[in-house]
């Protein structure tokens, strides 16, 4: 009688195949996920760099509204100067302009106004940035002083006399200066008592004159004094030409 042998070896060895098979296929997989992933991240740069060689050509778009909505328009470059006007800037009637001291970050915005003259109404003389600038733009720079006789009693706080106003006045009143900037240190107290008494001059009342100087002086408020000064100013000391007056002060005056 015949004794057959244990088919363990078999079942052992088929078992071994199978794992080995399996392993291999885990293995394969797994290599496979890595080189497409690797695959993924080199694509996934490519277009980021992509995206940022499109950033590289200054290529910017603004928001633009159009007759069938809002729509992105292309702009070629972005603005070579920024635009900043000066320190309380205002327009006070045509071509003529209201403000505190210039700086150079202010320049190309000046440039846009063709400016004629700038009357400086300080004892003190401005920057040298200024100087330079309205030299370099054949800009005439008038000086309206404190004091117009000099002295050590000079003081750069104080306020403007009536000689000082009038002298700023006559140069506002002539056309031939435009177009013309009136300034100070901030274009606030000094700037706002000669543009007061040119209000007065063109048949403002006193309350409409007082808010348009306050609204400059900020939080500190105006001061009394200047605006007494406004109050007291004698308007017949200014002489207006019809023939060199600019038009909106004639239509005023009538």
């Known amino acids: 009688m015949s ?17 080995t098979i399996s392993a291999d296929l885990i293995i394969s997989s797994l290599t496979n996920q890595d080189n497409r992933g690797n695959i993924c991240a080199v694509e996934t740069e490519v277009e980021e760099e992509e995206e940022y060689e499109e950033e590289d050509d200054n290529n910017i778009y603004i928001n633009e509204e159009t007759e069938s909505g809002k729509e992105q328009v292309h702009v070629s470059h972005a603005p070579e100067e920024r635009i900043v006007p000066p320190l309380n800037f205002c327009p006070v009637e045509r071509f003529l302009y209201r403000s505190g001291q210039p700086s150079p970050v202010n320049f190309p915005f000046l ?55 009038i002298n700023a006045l006559q140069t506002i009143v002539n056309q031939d200066n ?8 901030m274009g606030r107290h000094r ?64």
């Open 3 to 19: 004794i057959l042998k244990p088919t363990h070896d078999i079942a052992s060895s088929q078992n071994d195949e199978v794992n």
């Open 111 to 165: 440039l846009n106004l063709n400016l004629k003259t700038i009357i400086w109404l300080a004892n003190e003389e401005p920057q040298d940035t200024l100087l330079e600038f309205c030299d370099a733009h054949e800009i005439e720079l008038q000086f309206a002083a404190i004091n117009p006789d000099g002295g050590e009693d000079d003081n750069p706080w104080d306020g403007l006399t009536e000689h000082s106003i």
């Open 178 to 185: 435009y177009p013309l900037l009136v300034c100070c240190g």
């Open 191 to 254: 700037t706002g008592t000669v543009i007061g008494c040119l209000r007065r001059i063109m048949g403002w009342n006193l309350a409409s004159v007082s808010e348009e100087y306050r609204r400059f002086t900020g939080s500190r408020g105006g001061r009394i004094l200047v605006e007494l000064l406004i109050e007291a100013f004698d308007t017949k000391l200014v002489r207006i030409e019809r023939n060199t007056a600019p038009s909106w002060l004639l239509k005023a005056l009538k």
